[in-house]
Nanobody
Framework: QVQLVESGGGLVQAGGSLRLSCLAS????????MGWFRQAPGLEREFVAFVSWSGGYTNYADSVKGRFSISRDNAKNTVYLQMNSLKPEDTAVYYC???????????????WGQGTQVTVSS
């Protein structure tokens, strides 16, 4: 059993930056792939990024590549999403989730946080 809590969302102007954090409970955090997903109103939830259990391998959606960076600190049971050069189309609720292996598929993730709102003004 894993519980995830996201934080760091808010309102930011286009071109600005924001860092999201996801704090996980449980003793097995270090054994999970961690992913970030997002969902805008009226749209399906979509993949943003994942990081392997060791932190050595990352993968990004094309829409955020070069602007976002995912990382993790297993000692703190925390995964981060650094978001730079934000655009209005990045506006969404952002969720973190745990996976048993590296994947971009929503169905491959088991535990989910409650989400944190990110709003980017034009």
């Amino acid at each position: 059993q894993v519980q995830l809590v996201e934080s760091g969302g808010g309102l930011v102007q286009a071109g600005g930056s924001l860092r999201l954090s996801c704090l996980a409970s449980g003793r097995t955090f270090g054994g999970y792939t961690m992913g970030w997903f997002r969902q805008a109103p009226g749209l399906e939830r979509e993949f943003v990024a994942f990081v392997s259990w060791s932190g050595g391998y990352t993968n990004y959606a094309d829409s955020v590549k070069g602007r976002f960076s995912i990382s993790r600190d297993n000692a703190k049971n925390t995964v981060y999403l650094q978001m730079n050069s934000l655009k209005p189309e990045d506006t969404a609720v952002y969720y973190c989730a745990t996976g048993l292996y590296n994947s971009r598929r929503l169905g491959d993730y088991q535990y989910w946080g409650q989400g944190t709102q990110v709003t980017v003004s034009s």
